[in-house]
């Protein structure tokens, strides 16, 4: 008798046409590229808080009576 209750969570069996394998992988890391430049977007359009802006303007000040 076959056990085949592991068969289902074995990974697919590779290509057998290494371009196909290829292709695969780019696609992939185009959709993970995708993700992070919308991660990135996220991020960069997020407000400043406010206690940052403060901060950045004492460095200023500081600065400007180092000059």
Do not use: T, Y
Request: no cysteine; charged share 35%; aromatic share 2%.
């Amino acid at each position: 008798m076959i056990d085949q209750s592991n068969q289902s969570r074995r990974s697919p069996a590779p290509p057998e046409d290494g371009d196909d394998g290829l292709e695969e992988a780019r696609l992939r890391q185009q959709a993970i590229g995708v993700k992070l430049r919308h991660m990135f977007d996220q991020v960069v359009n997020e407000p400043v808080p406010d206690e940052f802006l403060d901060i950045l303007r004492k460095a200023d000040k500081k600065a400007e009576g180092d000059s």
